[in-house]
């Protein structure tokens, strides 16, 4: 069994920073790509950030130059460095691994339980 638990997650004022992390334990035999994605209210999950086994990175345009994804292979974990926080960033942020544990051959997708990010104005 594999489980995703983040944390980081609060209320900041705009413009200000917050950082989100998210540890996988359990059975791992590997993780390939990790990433983040977001929901608000009333909308669609989408893509924030995504980073590769070779860390390369990509990004929503609507967070590039503002957000940072990084990752500790060692620990199993992403974080999500989040400056110049705007109000249109508020939403639920979940991450996101592809991970073959050892009950598997190939990968899967695991999700965290996702952690509340508010941004007032």
């Known amino acids: 069994q594999v489980q995703l638990v983040e944390s980081g ?3 900041v ?7 989100l992390s998210c540890a996988a334990s359990g059975s791992i035999f590997s ?3 990790m ?11 989408e893509l924030v950030a995504t980073i590769t086994n070779s860390r390369r990175t990509n990004y929503a345009d609507s967070v590039k130059g503002r957000f940072t994804i990084s990752r500790d292979n060692a620990k199993n974990t992403v974080y999500l460095q989040m400056n110049s926080l705007r109000p249109e960033d508020t939403a639920i ?3 996101k691994m592809v991970i073959r544990d050892y009950s598997r051959s190939y990968d899967a997708d695991y999700w965290g ?3 509340q990010v508010t941004v007032s104005s």
């Not at 004022?13 to 950082?19: D, E, F, V």
């Not at 990433?35 to 999950?45: S, V």
Request: contains cysteine.
């Open 13 to 19: 004022q705009a413009g200000g920073s917050l950082r």
């Open 113 to 115: 339980q996702g952690t």
């Open 31 to 33: 993780i390939n790509a």
């Open 93 to 95: 942020y979940y991450c």
């Open 9 to 11: 997650g609060g209320l």
């Open 35 to 45: 990433g983040w994605y977001r929901q608000a209210p009333g909308k669609q999950r």
